[in-house]
């Protein structure tokens, strides 16, 4: 099966990109390919339970039905730590199928061959 | 506005009207899913760039276009169901 990994750096900073590196993560996970969303630097905050409800990008769905729809399709989200650390948010309060890992993950998952694009 | 029925004779339609990349992908990919390989689905999309995306899809999962037609702006498009979601 074929790899991608998303990387997603923005949140409410930039909402143009955090929102199209949603649908295009989706449209990945619904094509068969195994898909991850790295979510890095600001991009963490996505991950924080209701931060991101209020994101709704004109012509796009709003960013919290992407990401519900990326993981309900078998999509992977993953969180950098110590970006998430840094800013002090909640581990207890993760989006559903949000994991923290350390880099060392998405590392791994790209030698395995996967490919990458980043927003 | 919405459709509610096809024309090319399938036994299953959807009317994703202006949907489009990972929205509509999403969207196929839920309304495909319960279907039983084999079943003809007619989709109409609107969006400029579904005649690109959809028969990219169909291909990556297993899917078969079998026609795009629907007038001027060839909007339908009707798939048999592969063995895949």
Known sequence: MAKLLISITNA????????????????SVASGVETVVFLSTEGVRLAQEG??????????????????????AG????????????????????????????????????????????? | ??????????????DFEDMSCGDLLIALMKAMRPLSPGTLVEVRALDPGAPIDIPAWCGMVGHTLLVRAGGPARVHYLIRKGGAS
């Open chain 1, 12 to 27: 409410k900073n930039d909402t143009d990109r955090a929102t199209v590196g949603c649908v295009v993560a989706n449209a």
């Open chain 1, 51 to 72: 931060y991101a409800d209020d994101i709704h990008e004109e012509g796009f769905a709003p960013l919290k039905k992407l990401l519900t729809d990326f993981v309900d």
């Open chain 1, 75 to 119: 999509g992977t989200v993953w969180v950098c730590s110590p970006c998430f650390k840094k800013r002090g948010l909640d581990e207890n309060k993760l989006v559903p199928g949000a994991t923290i890992v350390g880099g060392a993950k998405a590392v791994e998952f790209l030698s395995t061959g996967a490919a990458s694009m980043s927003y």
């Open chain 2, 1 to 14: 506005m919405a459709e509610t029925q096809g024309h090319l004779g399938s036994e299953v339609f959807y």
